[in-house]
């Protein structure tokens, strides 16, 4: 064979070996709904991806908006997403229900849930609670366990006027004293709230130490994807964890990355208190990864859902969550 010829080879052979190298290896996408609209409680996510930390792990995400954690959980199960991030009791009445999903990382063990007032009429402890106006929303977790709060604090809830309204003037309304107390979260609402008002004029009460102890934030995937994607799933929460991890270490900077992210976005000042109030939410990891699901915690739970209605029948708590993505 020419000699001439053969070097043509080897340079071709050489060219393709160069260009198979430098090409990306390919990445996994993946599409991730949140329950609702842009919040400053989403900052890991956001920071995961704008830092590229999903890149790192070959991972194509989109972050998508959601309208309502029963939809999202509908979709994920259509095939339209691949991880739903939605509050944990959701799912779990789900679950109890027969969906075929799980928990697969839960960030707020306990959901930063309050109920706040003006300081000339105070709620600081449940009992203050008796004699006033409560503005309820379809779809508010504190009115909707409303009446077991007042039972496991003595409270008599019939003393508690509940006014439904939409939940676009729960704030106007609050603000212009038509009702004097709402729920709120301390990632989300309590921000907006309190740049309305001079310094403290707000008061909150955090219902989690008057016994309303449920799971907050949860990162919920069809049964079936635990082991069909277990890899990409894993990566998925490795990248999760760096971002919670480079939100806490530069608090300025993930608060920029979300006002990038979000059309409209609240002030800077009440991004930055939604993502420390998110920050705080979260345990830092220590024995274990970020997002544990603690079983007992679980148990819990279940229990506070079965007595507010929410669940007929519980499963043991281990049908609820799978912690094998983050060992």
């Not at 010829?5 to 993946?30: D, K, Q």
Request: charged share 20%; aromatic share 6%; hydrophobic share 45%.
């Amino acid at each position: 064979m020419n000699r001439n010829y053969l070097h043509r080879i080897f340079l071709a052979l050489g060219v393709c070996i160069t260009l198979s190298a430098a090409l990306p290896a390919s990445s996994e996408p993946l599409n991730v709904r949140f329950s609702w609209k842009i919040k400053g409680e989403y900052v890991p996510f956001f920071v995961a991806k704008d830092d590229g930390n999903f890149s790192r792990h070959k991972l194509e995400v989109n972050l998508g908006e959601g309208a309502g954690a029963q939809a999202v959980l509908a979709g994920l199960l259509q095939g339209n997403d691949d991880i739903a991030i939605v509050p944990a009791p959701f799912a779990m009445t789900a679950i109890s229900k027969g969906m075929p999903i799980k928990i697969i990382a839960l960030y707020q063990p306990l959901a930063p849930l309050s109920i706040v007032s003006l300081s000339d009429k105070p709620v600081r402890v449940p009992k203050d609670l008796e004699g006033k106006m409560i503005g309820v929303s379809v779809g508010d977790t504190v009115a909707d366990y409303l009446d077991v709060f007042c039972k496991k604090n003595g409270v008599d809830c019939t003393k508690i006027q509940r006014v439904i309204m939409d939940p676009q003037i729960r704030l106007s309304q609050f603000l212009t004293q038509k009702v004097d107390v709402l729920s709120s979260y301390s990632t989300v609402d309590t921000p907006l709230i309190e740049e309305k008002l001079p310094a403290n004029k707000l008061v909150s009460m955090d219902v989690t130490r008057y016994g309303l102890v449920l799971p907050g934030m949860a990162v919920v995937v069809k049964d079936s994807d635990i082991t069909a994607r277990a890899s990409v799933l894993r990566s998925f929460l490795a990248a999760v964890s760096e971002g919670i991890d480079e939100s806490r270490a530069d608090i300025p900077a993930a608060t920029g990355i979300m006002r990038k992210n979000w059309t409209a976005s609240p002030s800077e000042n009440v991004v930055r208190k939604q993502v420390e109030a998110t920050l705080l939410s979260i345990p830092p990891a220590k024995q274990h990864a970020s997002g544990w699901v603690d079983d007992a915690l679980i148990a819990q739970a279940l229990t506070l859902l079965q007595t507010n209605g929410q669940i007929p029948t519980t499963k043991p708590p281990s049908a609820y969550y799978n912690n094998d993505l983050l060992k």
